[in-house]
């Protein structure tokens, strides 16, 4: 529906239509909203239930206005302009309908706004402010609801839900998993998964985009903070800790740094005042995981099985992948994500090195993605019956938990990370969409070749959009690789390569739209803007780079060496291979 939607808009471009809001005029596209043509105009009315990225509804009337000429008002997020309209945005009887709207889903709102996950982010908190509501004045009775845990990576409170459908169109529309949607009538309507089933036991891929939908505190992350400040205090305990690259630059936005303000070296010195003994960066484990998938995807060729080698190291995407398409399973590659293969390294050489004999280590993960959570409880996840990692923190804990111990990131001098580990890597691109891909490109093409890919022939591989394509060739050697991000274009993609309407040989997926940098775990509220922002800060890092290379990174060529040395040759390998329990058989040997 929303891509008919924005194509009937865009079908009709072109055709100016004058319109007449609050006295001044503006011009309107024909066809496109009453909302989007006022915003591009620099003016606005509030909204709950409209997100740009998805079809309009209305079901909140938050952003009705009146137009002359219309007996009732219209809610300018679905009402498209076909005509020349005036319109009054604030008039008496438009904010006294937004205010009865808003009156009406308070009233049956629990009240307990200063104990809530999202006190000060919640948009029905911030709209209620801007309408001046102080009191109740709509009596009703609050129904009691059980929240549900079952997941380890979200937690969804029916009492704070108010219906307006954002996690239900983002399910449906731009994760195609469908796993929440509206259920009972009149009184009785709720969002519920399919047969009222836990989250956990749901087909939902905890990609944690619905958390960034939601307006209240209905959907959040399963945190577990509690359980890490004590061990961060504990004489007794070693807390090591790795760090996602699109953490770095998404971080500042909530300490009111710029959109992409790289926090990388600052991040460090706050970490070692939190208590965290041992720092080191995802990156790490990406480069690792490329020399190893550069291996597979040459085997695969040399043996001639079939291609797209499809990349794995989107837990969100590996769990949709084999659930929703068991066909593409034997495409996967078979490593575990970077994540995973950083943990696999800390726990078995970082923490002897650096930690006291004696002292319980524990393995935490930040990280942008909410699917990670989950991803670290799965029984292939452990190293002697224990996990890789013990604890998963989204970029908002972080946040929290940096407010909650006093600090003040302005006040931090850059700091390195811990000797033997690479501060700097070209695998800092895995944060953003095709960013793996390119990476692995670089690899593929100089062991193929012999000589160095000129990251500028990718410069229109890095073109913002759902799906990006290119072909790198040298005589006759020719390597077709491709990066979609968005599960709903992932399925309409691989049915494209199922016809045979298109060809590649590596497939990057990343199930968050853009990958990471939009992670269900990052600030809430962001824009196009704000992500491209983050994106364009990951580029920056690696044009920058001295090191854009997985196997020009000595230090991850060393660690894989040594790595597989100490633990005994295919004994140390299979640590790096996804567990073929993990979520079920895998097409590679492991």
């Known amino acids: ?276 003994g041992f720092i080191t960066g995802t990156a790490l484990g990406a480069d690792l995981m490329v020399l190893g998938q550069t291996e597979i995807f040459r085997e695969m060729r040399l043996k001639e099985k079939q291609l ?64 990670a959570k989950k991803e670290a409880v799965q029984t292939g996840n452990t190293l002697s019956g224990k996990p890789i990692i013990d604890l998963v923190l989204t970029t908002r804990e972080l946040a929290r938990l940096i407010r909650t111990s006093g600090l003040d990131p302005e006040k931090f001098r850059s700091e390195e990370g811990e000797p033997g580990t690479p501060d700097e890597s070209a695998a800092r691109l895995t944060a953003v969409a095709g960013g793996e891909a390119e990476l692995a490109a670089r690899t593929i093409y100089f062991r193929e070749t012999g000589q160095e890919l000129d990251p500028s022939r990718l410069q229109r591989f890095r073109i913002q959009r759902s799906f990006r394509e290119a072909t790198l060739e040298k005589g006759k050697y020719s390597l077709k690789i491709g990066a979609v991000s968005g599960l709903s274009n992932v399925v309409a993609l691989l049915d494209e390569i199922r016809r045979g309407e298109k060809q590649l040989d590596l497939l990057e997926v990343m199930a968050c739209p853009e990958g990471c940098v939009n992670g269900g775990g990052q600030p809430l509220g962001a824009t196009g803007n704000l992500v491209r922002a983050r994106t364009r800060a990951i580029y920056d890092q690696d044009n920058s780079a001295g090191i854009r290379t997985a196997h020009g990174n000595r230090v991850a060529c060393g660690l894989r060496g040594e790595f597989l040395e100490k633990q005994g040759g295919e004994t140390g390998l299979h640590l790096l291979l996804r567990s073929n329990n993990l979520y079920g058989r895998t097409g590679h040997e492991a």
């Open 1 to 276: 529906m929303c891509a008919n939607f924005q194509r009937s808009i865009t079908n009709n471009r072109g055709m100016g239509i004058r319109l007449e809001v609050n006295g001044r005029e503006i011009m309107a596209e024909k066809g496109e909203t009453i909302l989007t043509a006022i915003r591009r105009n620099g003016m606005d009315v509030p909204t709950i239930c409209n997100l740009e990225e998805l079809s309009p509804t209305g079901a909140c009337r938050m952003c009705v206005v009146e137009v002359e000429g219309r007996e009732n008002l219209v809610t300018a997020c679905s009402f498209p302009v076909e005509e020349k309209l005036t319109i009054r945005t604030h008039s008496p009887r438009v904010l006294h309908a937004r205010k009865t709207n808003l009156e009406l889903l308070l009233s049956s709102h629990p009240d307990d706004c200063l104990y809530c996950e999202r006190n000060r982010m919640c948009e029905l908190q911030s709209l209620a402010e801007e309408l001046n509501i102080r009191q109740r004045r709509i009596p009703s009775k609050i129904r009691s609801y059980r929240t549900d845990r079952s997941s380890p990576a979200i937690a969804r409170d029916p009492a704070k839900c108010i219906l307006c459908g954002r996690c239900v169109r983002v399910c449906e529309e731009i994760m195609a998993t469908s796993t929440l949607d509206f259920a009972g009538r009149g009184n009785e309507l709720r969002i519920s998964t399919s047969l009222g089933m836990s989250l956990d036991d749901s087909n939902c891929t905890s990609c944690g985009q619905c958390l960034n939908a939601c307006p209240t505190a209905a959907l959040v992350e399963n945190t577990r903070i509690n359980e890490l400040e004590p061990l961060l205090h504990d004489p007794k305990t070693f807390v090591m800790v790795q760090v996602a690259p699109q953490v770095a630059v998404s971080l500042g936005e909530m300490f009111g740094f710029r959109p992409g303000a790289d926090m990388g070296s600052v991040l460090n010195a706050l970490l070692r005042r939190l208590g965290f």
């Open 308 to 371: 797209p080698l499809v990349t794995s190291s989107c837990p969100a995407w590996l769990q949709y992948c084999e659930t929703n398409l068991p066909e593409w399973v034997p495409h996967l590659s078979p490593l575990r994500s970077p994540a995973q293969i950083t943990g696999v390294l800390m726990k078995t050489r970082f923490a002897g090195q650096a930690a006291d004999a004696g002292k319980n280590i524990v393995s935490v993960l930040v990280t942008s993605c909410t699917a």
